[in-house]
């Protein structure tokens, strides 16, 4: 399972990786909610967990965020979040799609038993998502060089 860790506190995000990597889990993470936002348009994430609020997103609008742009609609989402939020604003974020919420501080233990219970796609399925994605962003590379030498051999 492939997760992408967004958080502003560098410790978390380190100590996280370091331990859900030794449970087995592929870590990406990021201390920079723009810098996140964009990880998730080029790879595919089977977790995203969230912290809120970020530099320059104050309460909530960092899901707010992600709810624009599809995210929550798309990927399993888990808010970790120091933040006191209400069960009536937690409903609604999950009729949005947030898929669950972690408050902070949490037990390391609370978070694992979150991931496991995450229906999770096939091994197979997975590789070879990734494989088609591989493959493809090497063709699109290969046809941008190629488009470059084209470019070259025709102009003067």
Known sequence: MKILIIDDNEQITLLFS?????????????NLFNEGLGML?????DVVLIDAPMPGYEQLNTIHELDKTGVLQSHKVILFTGLKISNS??????????YSYLPKPSEVEKLLH???SIPSIKNTEL???RIFEEQ?????????????????????
């Open 136 to 156: 493809t962003k090497k063709k699109l590379e290969d046809l941008r060089s190629n488009l470059s030498s084209l470019k070259l051999k025709l102009l003067p």
């Open 114 to 116: 979150e991931l496991s």
């Open 41 to 45: 348009q080029k790879e595919n994430f």
């Open 89 to 98: 604003t937690i409903m609604d974020l999950r009729r949005k799609g947030l």
């Open 18 to 30: 370091k331990i859900l990597t030794a449970k087995g889990y592929d870590v990406v993470t990021s």
């Open 127 to 129: 590789t070879e998502k």
